[in-house]
């Protein structure tokens, strides 16, 4: 990879990276949480360790980080008050949630680029699986220019040995082509980037880095 590529990792708050890539651009704290005072918390875990520019996620695969009206008004609400100062960045893991949420993730990404992060968006395979109108929602997605990494993940379990490419709602990964954001796929490991470069090309879309899921 370039040297202008990112080259990220999650970093779990329940089982922190105990070797962290030093090499990393950009590094995530992730609870799993919408709820933005649980979500502060448990990152505290790991925000002093956090290597490039450091993200607070919100978001996840169960109840907890599942996306409703209140949960992102209460996020936004956050952003607007200054709750995040650590951090150089918003991470929203979609892929539970409520349906109708496009304009209020709309607003939410517009609050923080006014107050200075990076916005980062990851959903799981090509959209939200949770999401009753998510291929609406990937399309609203696409198109804003206040969504700087658009990161698809490439694995179910976060246990694979090989990418995985399934499909959600419709969504085509040639459909990447049309996100105005930098595609920059979540993998369960480094080594796996290569391929994911490779079938990217493919769909017509360059990719501009990785992040790793799994805990070193």
Do not use: C, R
């Not at 607070?56 to 709750?83: H, Q, R, V, Y």
């Not at 109708?100 to 006014?114: C, I, P, T």
């Not at 049309?178 to 980037?193: D, G, H, M, R, T």
């Amino acid at each position: 990879m370039n040297s202008s590529e990112n080259k990220g990792y999650w970093d779990w708050t329940w089982e922190p990276n105990t070797v962290p890539p030093k090499t990393s651009t950009l590094s995530i704290a992730f609870s799993g949480w919408t709820n933005p005072a649980e979500a502060l918390s448990q990152s505290e875990k790991v925000k002093n360790t956090l290597i490039g520019d450091k993200y607070i996620s919100f978001g996840g695969g169960n109840s907890n980080g599942s996306f409703t009206k209140e949960s992102l008004d209460s996020i936004t609400s956050a952003i607007n008050n200054n709750k995040f100062s650590d951090y150089d960045g918003i991470a929203y893991d979609v892929e539970e949630g409520e349906s109708g949420l496009e304009d209020l993730f709309a607003a939410s990404f517009l609050a923080a680029k006014n107050k200075g992060f990076k916005v980062l968006i990851t959903v799981s395979h090509s959209a939200p699986y949770g999401i009753s109108d998510a291929q609406q929602l990937m399309n609203s997605f696409f198109v804003d220019e206040n969504i700087d990494i658009l990161s698809p993940q490439l694995y179910t379990t976060g246990q694979e040995t090989a990418n995985d490419y399934a499909i959600s709602h419709n969504v085509t990964w040639a459909d990447y082509k049309n996100a105005k954001a930098s595609i920059v796929p979540s993998i369960v490991q480094a080594s796996l980037y290569e391929s994911a470069q490779k079938y990217f090309q493919e769909n017509g879309v360059t990719l501009n880095g990785y992040i790793q899921w799994k805990q070193s």
